[in-house]
């Protein structure tokens, strides 16, 4: 998460905010898509209703061939940033969650990684390796289930199960 120095002389911060949206939909109408805004700053200590729009980053998700145009929001008294993102996508992540968890399954039950049309092979192997690395950091090295009940218990410990910090 990125900081910078803020008002209060605390550390703010970039904040990911998560909305049903439709991607084809955002893309279609781009910037004049009606992004839904926080009510509120989320920050500890802060609670502000002074949330002001903040400019657009642009995304590339695989369903699009192209990138798309994303909202994001700056709390006006302690300057911390939220961008919108759409409902089951990962943060650094372009691929859907359902799609990631099909992959690594296929992987655990075939012994091969999915061949069909999609996230290429190495995205593949990165996700497994990030999972791998993530249950032996988070849930311990005598971790006795398996690498989808490991992705289940990391997301219910509201973890990223494949994330990756290099």
Known sequence: MATFPCRFGRRCG??????????????????NYEFPRPKRCLREGCGSSRIWGHGFVERN?????ESIPLRKWRCDDCGCVYTIRPLGYWPRHHTPIHIILACLCHWLTQGS????????RECQYHWR????????????????????EGFFELIHDFRVPVF???
């Open 14 to 31: 970039s904040l990911s905010l998560f909305f049903m949206m439709c991607v084809k939909e955002i893309l279609r109408l781009g910037r």
């Open 61 to 65: 998700f695989d369903e699009c061939d």
């Open 113 to 120: 990684w999915d061949r069909t049309p999609g996230p290429s």
């Open 129 to 148: 390796r990030a999972l791998a690395r993530n249950i032996k950091a988070h849930l311990g090295m005598n971790f006795p289930g398996t690498l989808v």
């Open 164 to 166: 990756r910090s290099d």
